[in-house]
């Protein structure tokens, strides 16, 4: 069974920075992609994209962090960290920590998600 711990959340002003991390542990061959999402706690919004990295540290960015945010990892701690610098109101969401996990040498992947952690950014 694989478990996502996600750590790091808080209240910050505009312009401030935060990272966030996220531990995966549990039975599991190797993590491929490390992922991370966010979604608004307002009406009609749903989960959205934030960046991602490969096992071998391609990034991916959503164009709203462009230059803001820093996606990162630790392999030989399964961690995955995200630094958000210059942050907006609109960067406030629940934060959601994903991976896709290669089960074994066969190559069989399971992909799931952590419990989210809260960024709130005051203006």
């Known amino acids: 069974q694989v478990q996502f711990v996600e750590y790091g959340g808080g209240l910050v002003q505009a312009g401030g920075s935060l990272t966030v991390s996220c531990l995966v542990s549990?039975?599991?061959?190797?993590?491929?992609?490390m992922s991370w999402y966010r979604q608004a706690q307002a009406p009609g919004k749903q989960r959205e994209f934030v960046?991602?990295?490969?096992?071998?540290?391609?990034?991916n960015y959503a164009d709203s962090v462009k230059g803001r945010f820093t996606i990162s990892r630790d392999n030989a701690r399964n961690t995955v960290y995200l630094e958000m610098n210059n942050l907006k109101p609109e960067d406030t969401a629940v934060y959601y920590c994903?991976?896709?996990?290669?089960?074994?040498?066969?190559?069989?992947?399971?992909?799931?998600w952590g419990q989210g952690i809260q960024v709130t950014v005051s203006s």
């Open positions: 549990g039975r599991m061959y190797r993590i491929n992609t």
């Open positions: 994903g991976a896709e996990v290669m089960m074994g040498p066969d190559g069989s992947t399971w992909s799931g």
């Open positions: 960046a991602d990295i490969s096992s071998g540290g391609r990034t």
